[in-house]
Structure formats: structure tokens, C-alpha cells
T-cell receptor, first 115, second 115 residues
Framework: QQQVKQSPQSLIVQKGGISIINCAYE??????FPWYQQFPGKGPALLIA?????SEKKEGRFTISFNKSAKQFSLHIMDSQPGDSATYFC??????????????FGQGTILTVHP | GAGVSQTPSNKVTEKGKYVELRCDPI?????LYWYRQSLGQGPEFLIY????????DSGLPNDRFFAVRPEGSVSTLKIQRTERGDSAVYLC?????????????FGSGTRLTVV
């Protein structure tokens, strides 16, 4: 069962533009929603994360928007730069019991930022 | 160490052979996770350890896969009778403990190719 759906699969943005990636989840027990950035040949690196008690979190050019009722969250990259070109993954995990910390990932979005 | 170290970085093996993949977590991190990432997909959970014990091995695909962490630090993922479908990047991640509010730190992975 695919529990985290991510879109789009790929995204092309001009330098300085806004990149938006969306995710939807099904499991209401999820309570931690991170975004990871992955460059070729490297492991995913944590970019930013949010918990469902807030609707938005901003760190520099990166913002997560969270809609608990719709079970959706999104990543916004402001002033996108060519160095942001990478694959982005949303993920989710639940608290408590033996599932704590186990992440369910989306399928990934390949972002290309043209100079 | 400064980061999560995985060895080897690449492994090519023949179908039916046995392989071992090693993960050295960040020093002092008690929680260790293994994921598998197929081409063009997000990482999929395999198993995680809190200390020496496997707290959740529900993601292991079948009994050909086994992982150990005998001293609560280094972990080894073992795959018996490898199949071509096992070809993927195997990622290891660690964090301070399963209740840590910080995200994982992933290693760069071992790319396994079964020919």
C-alpha cells in the first residue's frame, strides 16, 4: 500500500523561480513530515521537517506548508538556484510503539533549475 | 565518525552468491536503520535497530535478508542466494535514538548489482 504520494515526478524551473512539490498521505497516525534532498551518488539529506501542530515552517528559502485536514503537505523553494537541482523526497513517520522513526517515502521529484 | 560510513560503495555479485553490506553509524547513535532504494524510487524501509536488537524487521522482503548489530554500533546487512531483483542501493541511516527529535543522517549507500 502506497501511503505517501508525491507529485510531480519531475519539475523544471528557471533560476529565481519558485519550485513547488506536493505530497499526500493516508495514514492519520503519521506525525512527522520531513523533506529530503538527494544528489546523485549520495544518500538523502534532511532539508526541513514539520509536525502537524503547525501549518507552516520556514527555513531560509525552504518552506513546508501543511494541511492536516486534507492530509497534504508541500515544499516550496523560493528563489530557486541551479545548485538546488536534485531529487527531493517527502516522507512521513509515526510516533509510538515499534514504528517510531520508520520513514515512508514518496516516489521522489527530480528538480532541474535552469540558469 | 563524522558521518555514516557504508562499505563497499559498489558491489557486483553473481546471482546465487552471498553478500554482506556494512554500515558504520555516527558515534554514539543508538538507532540504526536500513533502507533499500530502487532506481527512480524513494527509499523503502527494511529494518531498524535500537542498540543491539532489531526493533522492527517488517520491511525485510524474505528470509534471504538478515541484519545484525552485535555490539550496538556497526551493522551488517546479509543477503543470501542473491537474485537480480535484489539490485538496488542499500542505504543505512542513524540517529541519536529512536525518540530523537532530529532527523536521520544517511550514508551514501552501497550500490548492489546482481548479474
Amino acid at each position: 500500500q502506497q501511503q505517501v504520494k508525491q507529485s510531480p515526478q519531475s519539475l523544471i524551473v528557471q533560476k529565481g523561480g519558485i519550485s513547488i512539490i506536493n505530497c499526500a498521505y493516508e495514514n492519520t497516525a503519521f506525525d512527522y513530515f520531513p523533506w529530503y534532498q538527494q544528489f546523485p551518488g549520495k544518500g538523502p539529506a534532511l532539508l526541513i521537517a514539520i509536525r502537524p501542530d503547525v501549518s507552516e515552517k520556514k527555513e531560509g528559502r525552504f518552506t513546508i506548508s501543511f494541511n492536516k485536514s486534507a492530509k497534504q503537505f508541500s515544499l516550496h523553494i523560493m528563489d530557486s538556484q541551479p545548485g538546488d537541482s536534485a531529487t527531493y523526497f517527502c516522507a512521513a513517520s509515526g510516533a509510538g510503539g515499534t514504528s517510531y522513526g520508520k520513514l515512508t517515502f514518496g516516489q521522489g521529484t527530480i528538480l532541474t533549475v535552469h540558469p | 565518525g563524522a558521518g555514516v560510513s557504508q562499505t563497499p560503495s559498489n558491489k557486483v555479485t553473481e546471482k546465487g552468491k552471498y553478500v554482506e553490506l556494512r554500515c558504520d553509524p555516527i558515534s554514539g547513535h543508538t538507532a540504526l536503520y536500513w533502507y533499500r532504494q530502487s532506481l527512480g524510487q524513494g527509499p523503502e524501509f527494511l529494518i531498524y535497530f535500537q542498540g543491539t536488537g532489531a526493533a522492527d524487521d517488517s520491511g525485510l522482503p524474505n528470509d534471504r535478508f538478515f541484519a545484525v548489530r552485535p555490539e550496538g554500533s556497526v551493522s551488517t546487512l546479509k543477503i543470501q542466494r542473491t537474485e537480480r531483483g535484489d539490485s538496488a542501493v542499500y542505504l543505512c541511516a542513524s540517529r541519536r535514538d529512536i525518540h530523537s527529535s532530529y532527523g536521520y543522517t544517511f550514508g551514501s549507500g552501497t550500490r548492489l548489482t546482481v548479474v
